[in-house]
């Protein structure tokens, strides 16, 4: 059998207009089959909650996303049809969101009977930083950070607009900026009252000690330090937050199965080879609170 050349030339497309579909599909596949190992592993269910910066088709735009409304409908869906009795493993990457959304997706975790672990294997800033204070355990990469949830009224944060009332006389200061900052006095007491009871949470069991409460929520909602500042490992623990270095390698493995999509040419490339032997995890390190022994 001969085919001519617009045959071949149509045969060309077709392949080519199937390929990414194939390849897409492909990528679904070994994302649910690890999902469902990981599951099967630690007993439990894993919601992902992963943000890349994605590109507008066409125009190659940047787009970045956040944990937004539809993003709370699906976390508080699959929160529902998990059982009482079994555990929740929530795998977050992300720079933040609505504070609506985030406080949704974070009151849900808090009332679920079982233990809930938080993974992050590169960062939870903000809104995901609120989200990691919902679990009872925060897993994280030993390179991987939180941020601050200190709130932020447009641009500016409100700490800072607080700070100008104090620093300035009132009959300095333009009406605009004083109802900026009674929103900023309002927003601020909204956090710390939600974060504390974020903290307070004692189901299954208190995952902070009493006496750390109150010095966690100071540093993170009073804006000692800027919106962006990461907060690492070491600091998060100093802190008496509860967390654990050393993430399984199923994480990365799925975080390889979430790329950033490319536009243009790469801006970090490695060769992959396979070094002899192999870099061992991070050990994993105690909680500040020991665990309660089983009867």
């Known amino acids: 059998m001969t085919f001519g050349l617009g045959e071949i030339i149509g045969i060309f497309f077709l392949f080519s207009a199937i ?25 439990s269910r894993v919601i992902l909650l992963i943000h890349r910066q994605e590109s507008i088709s ?65 960062y939870a800033m903000s809104g995901g930083t609120m989200l990691a204070l919902a679990s009872d355990e925060i897993v994280m990469d030993a390179n991987a950070v939180l941020g601050p949830v200190d ?18 006389s009132i009959d300095k200061i333009d009406d605009q900026t004083l109802m900026m900052a009674d929103l900023a006095k309002k927003a601020v007491a909204q956090v710390q ?17 009493p006496h750390n409460v109150e010095t966690i929520i100071d540093k993170l909602t009073t804006g000692q330090i800027t919106h962006d500042c990461p907060i690492t490992v070491e600091e998060a623990t100093s802190l008496g937050l509860p967390i654990t270095v050393g993430l399984p390698k ?7 199965l979430y790329p950033q999509p490319q536009g243009g040419r790469p801006s970090v490339q490695y060769i992959p080879m396979p070094y002899q032997p192999l870099p061992a995890l991070p050990e994993t390190k105690g909680r500040p609170i020991p665990e309660k022994p089983t009867s």
Not at 24 to 41: D, G, K, N
Not at 98 to 106: G, H, M, S
Not at 193 to 209: E, G, M, N, S
Not at 250 to 256: N, P, W
């Open 19 to 43: 390929q990414p579909i194939v390849q897409r599909r492909r990528v679904e596949f070994q994302r649910i089959r690890t999902l469902q190992t990981f599951e099967q592993t630690r007993l």
């Open 58 to 122: 066409l125009l190659g735009i940047p787009l970045s996303r956040y944990i937004s409304i539809e993003d709370s409908e699906q976390v508080l869906r699959a929160i529902r049809f998990t059982p009482p009795n079994i555990p929740i493993d929530l795998i977050l990457h992300t720079p933040g969101g609505l504070v609506l959304a985030t406080e949704q997706i974070a009151r849900a975790l808090i009332r679920h009977p079982a233990k809930v672990t938080v993974f992050i294997p590169h």
């Open 151 to 168: 709130p932020q009224l447009g641009n500016m944060a409100a700490a800072s607009i607080l700070s100008v009332v104090d620093r300035k």
């Open 193 to 209: 009252r939600f974060v504390r009871t974020l903290l307070l949470d004692d189901i299954p069991q208190p995952k902070i000690a």
């Open 250 to 256: 199923s994480i990365y493995d799925l975080m390889e």
